[in-house]
């Protein structure tokens, strides 16, 4: 087997709940600065530090692949 089949995801179950709702945080944060609200820079900088956490998160499991998309989303 390579290592891509070898993978363990039985971590990321671990954090599953917790990366769920940081992404959803991240949305949210998105959403409100799209629609224009008076604190965009704030809203928009909520989603970058979730997103950055979520990167972390990901790296820590060793889900390189997953890692670099949050990284470019940030």
């Known amino acids: 087997m ?9 971590a ?8 769920d ?4 945080q991240a949305v949210e944060a998105l959403e409100s600065c799209a629609e224009g609200s ?7 900088r909520r989603c ?3 997103l950055h956490q ?3 998160i990901l790296q ?3 889900l390189y692949g997953a890692a670099a998309l949050t990284e470019e989303m940030e």
């Open 2 to 10: 390579n290592k891509q089949t070898d993978l363990d995801y039985s």
């Open 12 to 19: 990321l179950g671990w954090v599953k709940n917790e990366l």
């Open 21 to 24: 709702a940081t992404l959803r």
């Open 38 to 44: 008076a604190a965009d820079r704030i809203e928009l």
């Open 48 to 50: 970058i530090t979730s």
């Open 54 to 56: 979520v990167h972390g």
């Open 60 to 62: 820590m499991l060793e």
